[in-house]
Antibody, heavy 118, light 106 residues
Framework: EVQLVESGGGWVQPGGSLRLSCSAS????????MNWFRQSPGGGLEWISY????????HYADSVKGRFTVSRDNARNSLFLQMNSLRVEDTALYFC???????????WGQGTLVSVSS | DIHMTQSPSSLSASVGDRVTITCRAT??????LNWYQQKAGKAPQLLIY???NLQSGVPSRFSGSGSGTDFTLTISSLHLEDFATYYC?????????FGLGTRVEI
């Protein structure tokens, strides 16, 4: 069974940092591209980052570029999101998701909540 | 960036109704259009990928069509468990972008 489990969320003051993790199981993690998405309270879905299976290519939304860094450790079946210089508007539920070659994101984690406030 | 416009933003329907949701892109995205269903407190679930392909395990009452800039999600006969919010997403180019969602209510 494919499973994605996010962790690392929590409360942080503006300007602070958090590192999110996404632990994958039930599939060949090394063979898949991965995405991070987020959803603010009561809001819609926002894509924030993408990484290829070999980590050679990454993409970021403009809203997080220069502040967030995506990485992965295929040996540990894990995806990461380092979030620095956090802002109030980064408050959201953060999801990792698997990106199959045929399109869309077919498996999502349950999300981890990030709350940025003073 | 490609902007996605969904309509309607919400609709009221009854069990058994046929429901249609539309999504329009600001540029040609070919068939790189995906549809998701999201229920309160849950992660989105992929329903349709590349415009018209039914994701494994999704009931056949869901279907998608369209190409280029105009796309449609149809639920042929609404079931109780279909009351949720639906999002379209383009995966043609980065940044990946979503529509604002369509809430399907009783």
């Amino acid at each position: 069974e494919v499973q994605l489990v996010e962790s690392g969320g929590g409360w942080v003051q503006p300007g602070g940092s958090l590192r999110l993790s996404c632990s994958a199981s039930g599939f060949y993690f090394s063979g898949f591209e991965m995405n991070w998405f987020r959803q603010s309270p009561g809001g819609g879905l926002e894509w924030i980052s993408y990484i290829t299976s070999n980590s050679l290519t990454v993409h970021y939304a403009d809203s997080v570029k220069g502040r967030f860094t995506v990485s992965r450790d295929n040996a540990r079946n894990s995806l990461f999101l380092q979030m620095n210089s956090l802002r109030v508007e980064d408050t959201a539920l953060y999801f990792c998701a698997r990106d199959p070659p045929f399109g869309g994101s077919d498996y999502w984690g349950q999300g981890t909540l990030v709350s940025v406030s003073s | 960036d490609i902007h996605m416009t969904q309509s309607p933003s919400s609709l009221s329907a009854s069990v058994g109704d046929r429901v249609t949701i539309t999504c329009r892109a600001t540029g040609d995205i070919g068939n790189y259009l995906n549809w998701y269903q999201q229920k309160a407190g849950k992660a989105p679930q992929l329903l349709i990928y590349t415009a018209s392909n039914l994701q494994s395990g999704v009931p056949s009452r869901f279907s998608g069509s369209g190409s280029g800039t105009d796309f449609t999600l149809t639920i042929s006969s609404l079931h109780l468990e279909d009351f949720a919010t639906y999002y379209c997403q383009q995966s043609y180019s980065f940044p990946l972008t979503f529509g604002l969602g369509t809430r399907v209510e009783i």
